[in-house]
Antibody
Framework: QLQLQESGPGLVKPSETLSLNCSVS??????????WGWMRQPPGKGLEWIGK???????YYNPSLKSRVTISADMSKNQFSLRLTSVTAADTAVYYC????????????WGQGARVTVSA | DIQVTQSPSSLSASLGDRVTITCRPS??????LHWYQQRPGEAPKLLIF???NLVSGVPSRFSGGGSGTDFTLTITSLQPEDFATYYC?????????FGQGTKVVLK
């Protein structure tokens, strides 16, 4: 059974870089036709798509975050990562990693979420 | 980007009620429209994919329909575990977008 687990600091200072990992078990991230994505949800608000990576290494980003976001994958560790630079309080959110099948599939498997607060 | 408008933003209903949530993308998305349920403190859970296909294990009281720019999620005979927030998502564009959510609360 596929499981995804986010990990990383729960507190990040303004202007610094937020870094999260998503560890995947139960399947390889290095397989055709699956995309691995990141979403976030600010407190009391809805879902925002951050971006995703394909096993080939191709990445896709939300234009509103593109200048600050990097998503990468480490096949040897079977995990993928999110880096968000120059964070502000507006980046405070629960961050989720998830998987979808095919270029237009829904996200059928999600991690439990990682709460990140941006504060001095 | 494709904007996705959900309505209503919240609704109150009783156990056993039938409820319908609407999702309208700002442009045609074919059937690349999916529905999620999110309970407090939990990750979203995919209920319906490609507008009308029920995910395995999801109760049959959930159904989805529509295409183009007009979609619905219907829950027949509301159960206690159905009180949650529901989101739609379009994946017609690689830059996927979610609706703002519909919170279903107990009347």
């Amino acid at each position: 059974q596929l499981q995804l687990q986010e990990s990383g600091p729960g507190l990040v200072k303004p202007s610094e870089t937020l870094s999260l990992n998503c560890s995947v078990s139960g399947d390889s991230i290095n397989i055709n036709n699956y995309f691995w994505g990141w979403m976030r949800q600010p407190p009391g608000k809805g879902l925002e798509w951050i971006g995703k990576i394909y096993y080939s290494g191709t990445t896709y980003y939300n234009p509103s975050l593109k200048s600050r976001v990097t998503i990468s994958a480490d096949m040897s560790k079977n995990q993928f990562s999110l880096r968000l630079t120059s964070v502000t309080a507006a980046d405070t959110a629960v961050y989720y990693c998830a998987r979808h099948k095919g270029s237009s599939g829904g996200y059928e498997s999600w991690g439990q979420g990682a709460r990140v607060t941006v504060s001095a | 980007d494709i904007q996705v408008t959900q309505s209503p933003s919240s609704l109150s209903a009783s156990l056993g009620d039938r409820v319908t949530i609407t999702c309208r993308p700002s442009q045609v998305v074919g059937t690349y429209l999916h529905w999620y349920q999110q309970r407090p403190g939990e990750a979203p859970k995919l209920l319906i994919f490609d507008a009308s296909n029920l995910v395995s294990g999801v109760p049959s009281r959930f159904s989805g329909g529509g295409s183009g720019t007009d979609f619905t999620l219907t829950i027949t005979s509301l159960q206690p575990e159905d009180f949650a927030t529901y989101y739609c998502q379009q994946t017609y564009s690689v830059r996927t977008t979610f609706g703002q959510g519909t919170k279903v609360v107990l009347k």
